[in-house]
């Protein structure tokens, strides 16, 4: 087309090249590093490269450039010595800016595509995975007694559960008349008149201590998820808990920490036998 305004040979090419060279494509359009939106998602979705079309014309305009360095290299063995050859050797230059500038646009251009793609794959990941169930708060209440229950209305609970009630100083025990994994012994420790603590004391018997202590873990777990602190049994008090209790072992339990409060499954020695508690503290109480 400039031929037919008497432009020609490497005045053409620079009347070409020269104004591009003020536009790397992928500079231009991208995004630039840092900034507020280079890779995150807009209105419309989350779409935040532009497009691969930009990276590819920079791909194609330095391929262009480093053909237009071959011709004026070609070019320059002929006219070395004439007018032309300074023309040639400026367009030699302009080439290799080119080359450069488009290259390093093209490779800005793929990489910030190539985020912005995982960016979306990891969001349609996210958005397709399942999402985890909630995990419910820590208990305001224990076998019905609650927290924030008065002394009067847990002393009718316990005789609601045809249970025993009496108090051992600040401790009040509501214990059953029939023993049983469904209906253990509770204790609640007061502060100021209120309870801080709950506590559920299951006994059993010394053969079935450990498959006790296994049932308690996993009902909890069912209950309360997996805990913050897992429990530790040594291999003796794996082999028997009753025994390792009773020697003087004061093995871990599982515990779950809320930012309300705390429930701990631990395996103790009271009373001249192995028992086992699940301990109840509100976070209000652990804190006085």
Request: a neutral charge; aromatic letters at 8%.
């Amino acid at each position: 087309m400039l031929r037919a305004f008497g432009v020609s040979g490497p005045m053409s090419l620079g009347l070409l090249v020269c104004p591009s060279l003020l536009l790397g494509c992928s500079f231009a359009g991208e995004p630039p590093p840092g900034s507020a939106n280079e890779l995150r998602p807009n209105e419309e979705g989350y779409r935040c490269g532009k497009s691969l079309w930009y990276p590819a014309a920079d791909t194609v305009s330095t391929i262009a450039s480093a053909t237009w360095v071959i011709r004026a290299n070609d070019e320059l063995e002929t006219h070395s010595q004439d007018s032309e050859g300074d023309i040639w050797r400026a367009s030699r230059i302009a080439g290799w800016v080119g080359i450069g500038l488009f290259g390093a646009s093209a490779i800005y251009g793929y990489v910030v595509e190539a985020r912005c793609a995982q960016l979306r794959r990891n969001r349609e990941l996210a958005v397709s995975a399942p999402s985890a169930p909630s995990r419910p708060d820590f208990p305001g209440s224990v076998f019905g007694f609650g927290f924030r229950m008065q002394r009067a209305d847990l002393v009718r609970q316990c005789l609601s559960k045809d249970g025993q009630w009496s108090m051992d100083g600040a401790v009040g025990r509501c214990r059953p008349r029939t023993e049983s994994s469904a209906n253990p012994e509770v204790r609640i420790a007061f502060q100021l008149g209120v309870p801080s603590e709950v506590r559920t004391i299951f006994t059993g018997s010394a053969q079935t201590k450990n498959r006790d202590y296994q049932s308690l873990a996993s009902s909890l777990r069912q209950s309360y998820g997996p805990p913050q602190v897992e429990g530790a049994l040594s291999p003796s008090c794996q082999a028997s808990l009753a025994q390792c209790l009773q020697s003087g072992e004061r093995p871990k339990g599982p515990v779950w920490h809320w930012a309300a409060g705390t429930v701990e499954l631990a395996p103790i020695w009271a009373d001249e036998r192995a028992v086992l508690e699940i301990r109840y503290t509100p976070e209000d109480a652990a804190a006085q």
